[in-house]
């Protein structure tokens, strides 16, 4: 019978809270103000070695997308973990599952990043059906070019069918601006809204909503049950021209929507976060029509504060001895 290996003790020079990333600015000081923090001040992420050591003995841990948080993590903590504060409001990086056997909080930062985020789904949708990622780099090549009837020509919003695919607090946010374009709105999602929630949005069975959107904003949160839930063959149900915004990798299938473009079934796509970040599919950076972003949909100062600022009142509240502000719930 082989001996467990012994769980490790928190040291007493370790401090209790480690930070992995460098956050926004003033927001680190709202935990070092009241405990003792370790932060990896960069902003690339821990290499995956460094963070399973720097995590040990550790009670809270401010995370990021980019941190894995599953069973061999929380073992290399050990059982003084109380908390994991993820600074997104997405948590596909954490095996839930995984914390409740453990007995480790798991909070996220929802609410603070809808403006931010809904904000940019309509600059991206703007950019695409008004083909602006192709004017830019027109100008910037130095080729000629020259005003024309015919030049580079988008596609008009009003009266067009808006579809969200996802109406959480992002889509509902969505959907709000479509009223400022004229747009009639529908959407789906696991559940039909109450009409003071759906603001005049109609719902739709998924593919009703694919096969009557001529924009398509994607908006649903990734989980088992949507990765990849827009493949080859959901894509094809959209009317012909028509325009996808991505808001959330791994929801649309970026290989799928890459050979869409390619054969001119969609008019043009954009796409704000992808599967396998940093990298970004070859296909879908050789298409014109896709106006390709890193990942910028919460980027604003006010809202990285705030978000930064909700893992650390999370943070707080469970080493205070109370319970998680924004827990994650199952
Ligand atoms: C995405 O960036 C998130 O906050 O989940």
């Known amino acids: 019978m082989s001996t467990p290996p012994p769980a490790p003790s928190p040291s007493p020079a370790q401090p209790p809270v480690l930070v992995t990333r460098r956050l926004a600015p003033g927001v680190i000081e709202g935990l070092t103000a009241h405990h003792a923090v370790t932060c990896h001040d960069s902003d690339q992420a821990m290499d995956r070695a460094d963070l399973l050591a720097a995590v040990r003995g550790r009670r809270a841990v401010l995370t990021t997308l980019d941190d894995r948080v599953d069973g061999e993590f929380l073992d290399a903590a050990g059982p003084g973990l109380a908390i994991v504060a993820n600074h997104a409001v997405g948590h596909h990086n954490i095996d839930l599952a995984a914390c409740a056997e453990r007995g480790v909080l798991v909070s996220h930062t929802p609410g603070v990043l809808t403006t931010a985020t809904a904000d940019m789904a309509w600059a991206l949708l703007l950019a695409a059906t008004r083909r602006l990622g192709e004017g830019e780099r027109l100008l910037r090549s130095g080729r000629p070019w020259t005003w024309a009837p015919n030049f580079l020509l988008g596609l008009e919003l009003a009266g067009t069918p808006l579809g969200v695919l996802g109406m959480g607090r992002i889509g509902q946010a969505v959907a709000r601006r479509a009223r400022a374009f004229d747009m009639p709105v529908s ?39 949507t990765r990849h839930l827009l493949d080859a063959r959901r894509l094809a149900l959209l009317p012909r021209g028509a325009v996808v915004v991505s808001m959330t990798a791994g929801v649309v299938d970026e290989e799928a929507l890459a050979a869409a473009l390619e054969s001119g079934a969609l008019f043009a796509a954009a796409v704000d976060n992808f599967e396998h970040e940093p990298a970004v599919p070859a296909a879908l950076l050789a298409q014109e029509r896709a106006v390709l972003a890193p990942h910028l949909g919460s980027a604003t100062v006010r809202t990285r504060q705030a978000m930064g600022g909700l893992a650390v009142d999370n943070i707080l509240a469970v080493l205070g001895g109370g319970a998680p502000v924004t827990p994650v719930t199952a």
Do not use: F, I, K, M
């Open 187 to 225: 959407y789906h999602n696991r559940r039909e809204l109450a009409p003071e929630q759906a603001d005049g949005a109609t719902w739709r069975p998924l593919e009703e909503l694919l096969a009557t959107s001529t924009v398509l904003v994607v908006t649903a949160p990734l989980s088992a049950a």
